[in-house]
């Protein structure tokens, strides 16, 4: 029996329950066969300890036990272990249907859905934003290429859904790190007399999961990140536009591409060195005749405001005479078969082996590898392959797949060791874990930026997330939008997709679409693959490259809105690129809009999304909305019809915006943020914009501003309160223009800004 007032400890029949509650939204269920495993060292969610005790009232009957907060209660019954939640209006969600099972081979559990019951999130995967109809299969993947809507599963695997009733919601983070499914198939179709289920399973562990109560998304997603944790805060120049390319094949070409960016005046901040910049594709080597001089070359990028982003691959090649190698054989930090052997297969570098980052010491010796890196001015880094993917053949005789590591490989610390098939979905996790750590301690005080494409539960704690290899297709294009959404809704707000398309070539077209929402993803970068036509901003004609120049442009001038919300991310976990739903969840015409996104609390991008498509019908939640480009003024509560000219992508500013500009540059580190613009539309609204010093850590440290402003009717007339600034960081003392977007007319009024208080009568 456990003391605990917060948690129930029952044995049954069938084995060990245990329920605790975390916070007065956040309950933790574990069911295993026999007794409970102890945590072990890689644990992903915080550990039960680690939160403060929650007044819970507990009560008990003949049939079950409950635990209460404010806001939830949980049920356990006694006589097979089957656990409801309902919320303080009495209103179930997230009750077993039947008695789980848990064996010592897997588990199984099947959860009531109600009717109506929307399901969002899941990690990365193909297809439309709401999941109900689909099996979906938690196993880091690299698909090989051309996914389709259907494919399944995708790089990244992250048990984390959010259910969405009216007035409801809640998200469930399933704490299984086995193959496992969630099986959404008995939604679609069902009749009213067949139980709405939904099921969990997992080949191997226990049946540990956590209920996180909203109601609302926002507060599920601050519930679920309080327990998978936050983005750290990326450095400035991290959102700025990324331009990549496999390969950028030497140092002069990378010249080149950053002087095309340059004097095209089309902004950029960083450029990726894909695989081949490598010495025969050994991580954390140049290639000494195409990048003879690297100190040199990133000291002249940073001279004109790029920074070089090198990537790693997770195959470390089999060479004695390589340095990383053989500290790596010497700390034995590579993953061995059940036989004892060096798990080592082929990847680019034909003979590969691959650390096991579950161990503390692997991670610290992989981290310290980029000392160098970080002493010639490196500050971020991309690590691929990290399903792991490992080729049928040498690459050097044709190579490719998508095969793995062997299952019954050990993996983990002494005292913990498993195996793979536990660990599989854990190493893209490790390795940017590993990596951002590294990078951190080199770094000495800077922030990193880490990429990396495999990834669990909680990546978000160490690097941002692409998609991976799409292609230059509309249907790519498309399901950017539903598979960035539903990343957000699992925790994960640092995210993209490649920009144009990653396989085959894009169209003139195509391409201009794709830069104009791209310019609004949380992680904006163009790549492109081996073997396609070029697919910078400039390769498809002067009309797109004006349209990638405006984009950008306006991307840029956006950053002091932009940089809120990534705040707001590392603060509350608050996605950045959100479906409409999560700010207007009491609107059930929202559940299904797959082409239309927010952007923080106040934009709303509809893109175009097929080709040769001139105008779009836009649905507007209820309440004002203001045309971004013409200013015009639109009811919402329905559909409105608008034009969409190849240069135009229908953006939407709320009523009651006040969205924070800065100016016009071509670079993030340009110049400080020393000339504000405030776009303030009619409506009651307030907004708090968020600064600091955008490359160290210093902000962890409470060095930081905050001025909030707010828009509020007296008297017949909007006024904005500026109130004083707060905070230790300063920015410097600037110009502010504040451009009200009236009923009758644009009116402009300025003043100083020092950080002391004042009130603007606007207009009406
Ligand atoms: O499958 O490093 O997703 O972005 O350009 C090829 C070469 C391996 C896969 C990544 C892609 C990258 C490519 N890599």
Not at 118 to 136: I, N, T, V
Not at 380 to 400: A, H, L
Request: with cysteine; proline share 7%.
């Amino acid at each position: 029996m456990n003391p605990s007032p917060t948690s129930i400890h029952l044995s049954l029949e069938t084995g060990e329950v245990e329920i605790t509650v975390l916070t007065p939204r956040l309950v933790h269920v574990r069911q295993a066969a026999g007794e409970l495993m102890p945590r072990r060292s890689w644990a992903i969610p915080r550990a039960d300890a680690d939160f403060p005790a929650v007044p819970v009232e507990r009560s008990e009957s003949d049939a079950g036990i409950t635990l209460k907060t404010d806001l939830v209660a949980v049920t356990v019954r006694r006589a097979d272990g089957a656990v409801s939640f309902t919320n303080s209006a009495g209103r179930v969600f997230c009750a077993d249907a039947q008695a789980p099972r848990v064996s010592g081979r897997g588990v199984h559990a099947a959860r009531q859905a109600a009717p109506g019951e929307r399901f969002y999130g899941f990690g990365e995967r193909a297809g439309l934003l709401e999941k109900s109809g689909r099996l979906l299969t938690n196993w880091t993947t690299d698909p090989v290429r051309s996914h389709g809507p259907g494919v399944d599963p995708l790089y990244i695997a992250i048990p984390v859904y959010l259910s969405l009733q009216p007035g409801l919601c809640h998200a469930v983070y399933f704490n299984n790190t086995f193959h496992s499914e969630f099986d959404l198939r008995r939604l679609a179709n069902r009749t009213a007399a067949e139980p709405a289920i939904m099921e969990w399973r997992a080949d191997g562990g226990e049946l540990d999961y956590y209920v996180v109560y909203g109601p609302t998304p926002a507060e599920a997603l601050h519930g679920l990140t309080e327990l998978l944790g936050r983005m750290p805060m990326p450095p400035r120049w991290a959102l700025g536009y990324h331009q990549s390319r496999w390969s950028y094949q030497s140092a002069d070409e990378v010249r080149q591409v950053a002087d095309e960016f340059r004097s095209r005046q089309i902004p950029c901040d960083v450029i990726h060195l894909d695989i081949d910049h490598m010495d025969g594709y050994r991580n954390l080597t140049w290639n000494p005749q195409t990048y003879p001089d690297p100190a040199g070359l990133v000291a002249e990028m940073r001279s004109i405001g790029i920074r070089l982003v090198p990537i790693v691959d997770a195959g470390i090649k089999v060479d004695p005479a390589y340095r990383v190698y053989a500290s790596g054989l010497q700390q034995d930090a590579f993953i061995r078969k059940a036989d004892g052997s060096l798990a080592q297969y082929y990847v680019w570098p034909d003979d590969s082996v691959f650390a096991d980052y579950l161990r503390p010491e692997v991670r610290d010796w992989w981290g310290s590898l980029f000392e160098e890196h970080a002493r010639i001015g490196v500050e971020g880094i991309w690590t691929d392959m990290n399903e792991p993917v490992v080729f049928d053949k040498p690459f050097s005789q044709g190579g490719g797949g998508s095969g793995t590591l062997p299952l019954d490989a050990g993996q983990g610390p002494a005292g913990e060791r498993t195996t793979h098939a536990e660990a599989h979905n854990l190493f893209g996790l490790g390795m940017a874990q590993a990596t951002y750590e590294g990078m951190r301690r080199a770094l000495g005080g800077r922030r990193p930026f880490v990429l990396c494409r495999s990834g669990f539960a909680g990546i978000q704690r160490w690097t941002a997330s692409w998609m991976g290899d799409n292609d230059s297709w509309w249907e790519h294009l498309a399901m950017s939008l539903p598979q960035l959404m539903n990343m957000g809704l699992s925790g994960a707000p640092f995210v993209g997709v490649d920009i144009g398309g990653f396989g085959n070539e894009a169209t003139p077209e195509l391409f201009a679409r794709w830069m104009q929402i791209g310019s609004l993803m949380p992680f904006c970068r163009g790549h492109s693959s081996a073997g396609t036509l070029p697919h910078e901003p400039w390769a498809f004609g002067a009309e797109v490259e004006q349209i990638s120049r405006t984009y950008l442009a306006l991307r840029y001038r956006l950053l002091p809105y932009l940089y809120t919300q990534f705040w707001k991310a590392h603060q509350c976990g608050t996605p950045i690129f959100r479906p409409l739903f999560f700010d207007f969840p009491q609107d059930a015409a929202l559940a299904d809009l797959n082409d239309q996104v927010m952007v923080g609390p106040l934009l709303m991008a509809a893109p175009v999304l097929q080709p040769g498509v001139r105008a779009r019908a836009v649905y507007l939640p209820a309440g004002e909305w203001f045309d971004w480009w013409t200013g015009r003024r639109l009811t919402g509560g329905g559909w409105t019809w608008t034009e969409a000219p190849l240069d135009s992508m229908p953006l939407y500013v709320r009523a009651g915006a006040i969205l924070p500009l800065g100016p016009a540059i071509q670079h993030t580190g340009e110049r400080p943020l020393d000339e504000l613009m405030l776009e303030v539309y009619p409506g009651e609204g307030e907004f708090t914009l968020y600064e600091d010093d955008g490359l160290t850590d210093a902000c962890e440290r409470g060095d930081y501003c905050q001025t909030h402003y707010r828009l509020h009717r007296r008297a017949g007339n909007l006024e904005l309160e500026v109130w004083a600034r707060e905070g230790s960081y300063q920015p410097p003392v600037r110009n502010v223009t504040v451009r009200f977007h009236g009923r009758v007319r644009l009116g402009e009024f300025s003043y100083t800004d020092d950080g002391t208080a004042r009130h603007l009568r606007l207009g009406n």
